[in-house]
């Protein structure tokens, strides 16, 4: 074979295309490009006038988004911070609401109880409630179910706030309370009462 006939052996030396000598002169420096730099401020962005009303609009926006926030935890905000209830009380006033005592029923645990028989067919309920939670809490009622020997439900009744208390509204922090009540019964009931369960719920 001819010498002169053989292919070079380092390959993209020969048949190869020359890079464009832009490309190789570097990347356009950013303040060439248009999209890249802000806009400019407009004269009605810089006006002083229309600052000042962004500012009060956005002021105005975040008063209305507290408000509602308050109208809408007013009673967690009031039994947290008890000097605040007479405000928000005003507040609920235009609005048709009103301030509560808190409900939180799983911080309320039936301490004690007992049922017992006063005399004929009236019964005396007795129970103590204790507020686990550290704030005032509101007064639950109370389901009373009395049940049979064989632990078949005879009567079933929801006794209120309003039937057990002596004009409380709430259950302070740490605190018992402790109603009592007089159940009358019918005849067949009162000689069929076994037993009896209670469950605090708020209505």
Known sequence: MDPDDRQPLTPGLEGEESTPPALVQGVLPADGVSFLQPPPLTQQDSNPVVLA???SLSFALLLVLALQIAVHERDQIAAS??????????????????????????AIVIDSSSFARVGGNVFRLSV???????????????????????????????LGPQDLSTGAEAIEAGSEWSPSLEVALTSPVATAVNGYRLVAFYP
């Open 53 to 55: 009303a962004l500012a």
């Open 81 to 106: 911070y008890p000097r605040l209830a007479s405000p928000l009380e005003h507040l609920c006033e235009p609005l048709n609401c009103s301030v509560k005592a808190l409900r939180r029923i799983e």
């Open 128 to 158: 103590s409630l204790k507020n686990m939670a550290g704030l005032a809490l509101a007064l639950p009622a109370i389901e009373l179910t009395l049940t049979d020997a064989q632990d078949n439900v005879l009567v079933r009744r929801v």
